[in-house]
């Protein structure tokens, strides 16, 4: 069983910055690829990013290459997703998620067992 939290939501204007974090009660995190998705009201789960067990290899979708950069780190259990230049329609509830795997991530919700609440991003003047 793995509990994800997340935090670092909130309110930003257009072109600000956020940084999520992911906290795994885990005894080994180092195990899972995780990933981000978010969901806008309405609106399907959408993969934004995700990243191996090692942190080696990352994955991000084209709506966000280029401004959202993940990372983890082992040692204190948590992945990060640090967002600039954010936009009206990055406004959703941002989840993160475990995937058991040896290799890379994968950006199909299907794939990972175990996700977080949620945490709300809003970006607007």
């Known amino acids: 069983q793995v509990h994800l939290v997340e935090s670092g939501g909130g309110l930003v204007q257009p072109g600000g910055s956020l940084r999520l974090s992911c906290a795994a009660s885990?005894?080994?995190?180092?195990?899972?690829?995780m990933g981000w998705f978010r969901q806008a009201p309405g609106k399907e789960h959408e993969f934004v990013a995700a990243?191996?067990?090692?942190?080696?290899?990352?994955y991000y979708a084209d709506s966000v290459k280029g401004r959202f950069t993940i990372s983890r780190d082992n040692a204190k259990n948590t992945a990060y997703l640090q967002m600039n230049s954010l936009k009206p329609e990055d406004t959703a509830v941002y989840y993160c998620a475990s995937d058991r795997r040896e290799y890379g991530a994968s950006s199909l919700k299907q794939e990972y067992a175990y996700w977080g609440q949620g945490t709300q991003v809003t970006v607007s003047s």
């Open positions: 885990v005894r080994t995190f180092s195990v899972y690829a």
């Open positions: 990243i191996s067990r090692r942190g080696t290899s990352t």
